[in-house]
């Protein structure tokens, strides 16, 4: 059985994702560009779920319309706009209260908006959510531990029937990622040090709670069958270097003799 980090680890977390947002949130969402204008930012969001949402919810034949869907690392909701012009209701779970904030100041979307622990989805009901979706998010995760929890709660929180899709990482993004990837905890450290005050690496915070861990496919796919999610699949990611992700997608069981599980949204 996977140990389930303790709380400290989530702790550090939230300290180093608020310092981001405080410090460059756009930049730290989305490191494509060190400097973005805020409507812009948020513009991009169409393509990209156009991108990595429609193709999982096709290949799934999942219709949305009606459904609720949770973004676990939502950010500041820069998804939020174009989920809405699928799915009914909107939550968003995030680490950092400071992203939150951020996100309720400047999304035009309405959305239940949820400060997570890090480690867990606590504070969503079982059975409440039909698609669960989580982008550039998994892959920043340090602790093998944490995504383990994260993919029972998704079990947990899902109707019968409903859908996930977690984009994960199995490699680096450069090799000069990767020679820091290798190195002990006080080499990263010292690496990740180094490289913030030369300017290559403008974020900031523990190196680790950005580089995250490298979990391959096998192992991805390996702790979702024990929570007995069926129709997985690993799918490309298409959005990053090529061996960088992945996406790990499939579907809760349904029950009752293959009836969905009618339950009111109440949001």
Request: net charge negative.
């Amino acid at each position: 059985m996977t140990q389930v980090p303790e709380p400290r680890k989530e702790s550090k977390m939230r300290l180093d994702w608020n310092e981001r947002a405080l410090s460059n949130a756009l930049y730290a969402i989305d490191a494509s560009r060190r400097k973005w204008d805020i409507d812009e930012f948020y513009s991009k969001g169409p393509d990209i779920v156009e991108a990595i949402v429609d193709p999982v919810l096709n290949f799934l034949d999942v219709d949305p319309k009606g459904c609720t869907v949770l973004e676990i690392g939502c950010g500041i909701g820069r998804l939020f706009a174009a989920l809405s012009q699928r799915f009914s209701y909107i939550i968003g779970i995030d680490v950092s209260d400071g992203m939150i904030n951020m996100g309720k100041e400047f999304c035009p979307i309405p959305a239940k908006w949820i400060v997570g622990d890090g480690i867990s989805l606590s504070g969503i009901e079982k059975d409440s959510v039909d698609h669960v979706l989580s982008y550039e998010v998994f892959q920043h995760v340090p602790d093998h531990g944490v995504i383990a929890n994260y993919i029972q709660e998704i079990g947990r929180v899902l109707l019968p029937g409903g859908t996930f899709q977690l984009q994960l990482r199995k490699g680096s993004d450069t090799k000069r990622q990767e020679l820091v990837r290798r190195l002990p905890r006080l080499g990263r450290t010292v690496a990740g040090h180094v490289l913030h005050f030369a300017g290559i690496l403008p974020v900031r915070g523990d190196v680790d709670t950005w580089l995250g861990i490298v979990l391959p496919p096998s192992e991805a796919l390996a702790l979702s069958r024990p929570v007995g999610f069926i129709d997985l699949q690993i799918l490309p990611d298409r959005m990053h270097a090529p061996e960088m992700g992945y996406w790990l997608i499939g579907r809760k069981p349904q029950i009752l003799n293959d009836k969905r599980i009618e339950l009111a949204h109440e949001h």
